[in-house]
């Protein structure tokens, strides 16, 4: 059973270990201070969720923000393995529950058409499957590849 809740200080050490695995795609975050200070804000303002097993392991985390009516999905990760299980979009859900009021706007940044992690993570996949929309391109990631605004209304 996957439990989703607001992150705790002690998650911190979890969200780096997700982190490092995904950094072939979005560059070095383990080490950078800014990443972790990023999450402390979060689980100081309570709009950083984890996925959590009932093991304890996270599978996931989320780190929401924006100001209505535009909010942000600032970082949204997996655990390889846990991939394709529903975790995302149960962290996306919960997030949407929790911190946005319709009517609303809901973006997020994620890999362009072109970039090797668009297919391997399956991240324009997902989000397109919950009802988000390719929008405009926008700046390249820390590690030089192709970024694209995915955007989702509610009303």
Do not use: C
């Not at 982190?19 to 070095?28: I, Q, R, S």
């Not at 990023?38 to 989320?62: D, W």
């Not at 390889?80 to 940044?109: D, I, K, N, W």
């Amino acid at each position: 059973m996957t439990v989703i809740r607001p992150a705790r200080k002690p998650d911190l050490v979890g969200f780096l270990s997700l982190a490092a695995e995904v950094e072939h795609w979005f560059g070095p975050m383990v080490a950078d201070p800014g990443f972790a200070a990023a999450v402390e804000r979060g689980i100081a303002r309570s709009t950083a969720l984890v996925a959590q097993a009932a093991s304890g392991n996270l599978l996931g985390a989320l780190l929401f923000g924006g100001n209505a009516p535009l909010h942000k999905v600032h970082w949204l990760v997996v655990t390889e393995r846990s991939r394709g299980r529903g975790v995302g979009r149960a962290l996306l859900t919960e997030a949407l529950h929790r911190f946005v009021r319709p009517p609303a706007t809901v973006e997020v940044v994620t890999f362009g058409p072109d970039h090797p992690g668009a297919l391997t993570s399956g991240a324009r996949v997902f989000y397109e499957r919950l009802d988000f929309t390719p929008a405009e391109p926008t700046a390249p990631g820390p590690e030089g590849g192709s970024r694209q605004v995915y955007r989702r209304v509610l009303t």
